[in-house]
T-cell receptor
């Protein structure tokens, strides 16, 4: 398996633009997590899904952020409109069977909002 | 606030020396996991220790868990330059169906 795949790897956009980050989890994994990492705040859990259903989105910073998982092999994180404070590295991770297990992280998307 | 807090924030050692990183947490846990993150990469799982375990080994890694003190330590023996990375502890709470909570990490530099 290729591991968790994220695209794009780098995104530079201007304030106010819509940004869509994509993730393909490891096949067969039941859980998918979206994280944001910054120097100031560390690694923050934004939202996670179980069997394509959002379970907890309390970490989503505000209504500008939304996430979907239309099927078991694809998820998106959308920011609309983007702001400079959204600049961070966004990681997607997946895990097998239950949340007790180890998480497998993707390489991340480095987002820069000018 | 973060469930797990690593200490120290940064550590610099010579190749061949041992590196010890600590993690403290606040609530009772089901398990505690350690992850490594190389610069510009995603996190990679290293080892998991359950709440009823006190020590676990994996290659040059040794993890201890003291639930009475709510703390864990990660020891890397005979460090190598390739061990340079950030190391994170992540805790899984014992109550509810909540996922892992990560600390802010320890940045380890191993100087050749």
């Amino acid at each position: 398996d290729a591991g968790v795949i994220q695209s794009p790897r780098h995104e530079v956009t201007e304030m106010g633009q819509e940004v869509t980050l994509r993730c393909k989890p490891i096949s067969g994994h039941d859980y998918l997590f979206w994280y944001r990492q910054t120097m100031m705040r560390g690694l923050e859990l934004l939202i996670y899904f179980n069997n394509n259903v959002p379970i907890d989105d309390s970490g989503m910073p505000e209504d500008r952020f939304s996430a979907k998982m239309p099927n078991a092999s694809f998820s998106t994180l959308k920011i609309q409109p983007s702001e400079p404070r959204d600049s961070a590295v966004y990681f997607c991770a997946s895990s097998l069977a239950d949340i007790f297990n180890e998480q497998f992280f993707g390489p991340g998307t480095r987002l820069t909002v000018l | 606030s973060q469930q797990g807090e690593e200490d120290p924030q940064a550590l610099s050692i010579q190749e061949g020396e041992n590196a010890t990183m600590n993690c403290s947490y606040k609530t009772s846990i089901n398990n505690l996991q350690w992850y490594r993150q190389n610069s510009g990469r995603g996190l990679v799982h290293l080892i998991l220790i359950r709440s009823n375990e006190r020590e676990k080994h994996s290659g040059r890694l040794r993890v201890t868990l003291d639930t009475s003190k709510k703390s864990s330590s990660l020891l890397i023996t005979a460090s190598r330059a390739a061990d340079t990375a950030s190391y994170f502890c992540a805790t899984l709470r014992n109550s509810g169906n909540t996922p892992l909570v990560f600390g802010k990490g320890t940045r380890l530099s191993v100087i050749a």
